[in-house]
């Protein structure tokens, strides 16, 4: 499974729930993802934390645009390769409510800041 | 903004892009981590590009083949409609058959029609075939010679034949192949219904 979800709490008290994303993500993996953030975590806070080596394929990657509706969304990455990947799914989507970080610390506290 | 960036990347980058142009979507820019800047979008952008140009490659490569299979399902029925309508066989007596041709008889038409009306005339132990070429406009030059065999060959398996409406030019190729040619006896009615009427005469069926 690439993804493994965490229900967890912010250092401020807020719950959130924390993805752990590896390995290829295809089109069924990221139709489960988006039914997650818009089904049961619905609005929710979401961290991902998306390993080094993850891959997405074209059609997965134009299904996670779908996320657009979901709550605050923060990924860290320490991986260029995945980061800029990211850049490319959402540079058409400027969407305020998603940030890229490579430290989870800084990513935590932005997902404080967010209303939910 | 300014990025330097070296000779090689650019050279690869170019390469790909050529290959694409010529229809090779298969190769793709390799990336490395270590190349963290934003020429590094520019690559994963393009091999982006020729993963989606793979795909609708492969899309339309499947709807052709849909296609193709399609149009060879629909050419064979045609065909089979086409075959089926050109030689319309019919039992209008029992061991009486009629066969009325309409449009050009050519060789291949000609050879369809004799051995669907071999088959049946044997099938049905026929007497009598009546063919009628009423609908028939002109006959391709070798092809009458091919039905004045198929005449003899219904004579060799017992039924007679008889050819009925007949318009001038055809008469005047058979006349100039000999009415009898290759000792194919061809005996000639105006019209369908008198050909029936004689077969039926011949029969005793009919009450005069």
Redesign the interface.
């Given at each position: 499974m690439p993804f493994r979800y965490e229900e967890l709490v912010t250092p401020r008290g807020r719950p959130y729930v924390r993805v752990h994303v590896s390995g290829d993500i295809d089109i069924r993996d990221a139709e489960e993802y988006v039914a997650k953030f818009l089904g049961p975590y619905l609005r929710r806070h979401v961290l991902s934390v998306v390993a080094?080596g993850t891959e997405y394929?074209?059609?997965a990657?134009k299904h996670l645009l779908a996320m657009n509706d979901a709550g605050p969304h923060a990924t860290v990455t320490n991986?260029?390769?995945v980061r800029?990947?990211i850049?490319?799914m959402t540079r058409s989507q400027d969407n305020p409510n998603y940030r890229v970080f490579a430290d989870e610390l800084a990513a935590l506290a932005w997902l404080d800041e967010q209303e939910a | 903004m300014s990025v330097t960036i070296e000779g090689e990347r650019i050279d690869q980058l170019l390469r790909i892009i050529v290959a694409a142009a010529t229809g090779d979507y298969e190769l793709r820019v390799p990336l490395v981590e270590e190349d963290d800047d934003e020429f590094l979008e520019v690559e994963l952008g393009v091999n982006y590009l020729l993963e989606e140009l793979t795909l609708g490659k492969a899309r339309s490569d499947g709807q052709r083949q849909q296609l193709e299979a399609r149009a060879e399902e629909l050419a064979h029925q045609q065909s089979e409609l086409v075959q089926a309508l050109s030689t319309p066989v019919i039992a209008v007596w029992p061991g009486v058959l009629a066969l009325p041709l309409v449009g050009r008889v050519d060789d291949e038409r000609a050879a369809t029609i004799t051995a669907v009306l071999l088959e049946r005339v044997t099938a049905e132990r026929a007497t009598h075939v009546i063919l009628d070429l009423t609908g028939v406009g002109t006959i391709a030059g070798n092809t009458m010679p091919a039905l004045l065999r198929m005449v003899r060959a219904i004579g060799l398996l017992g039924a007679s034949c008889l050819l009925t409406g007949i318009s001038p030019p055809v008469a005047q190729q058979i006349v100039a192949l000999g009415a009898t040619a290759g000792g194919a006896s061809v005996r000639a009615l105006a019209q369908l219904s008198d050909a029936l009427a004689f077969v039926l005469a011949q029969k005793g069926a009919l009450q005069r």
């Open positions: 080094s394929t074209a059609r990657r991986s260029a390769l800029t990947a850049n490319l | -």
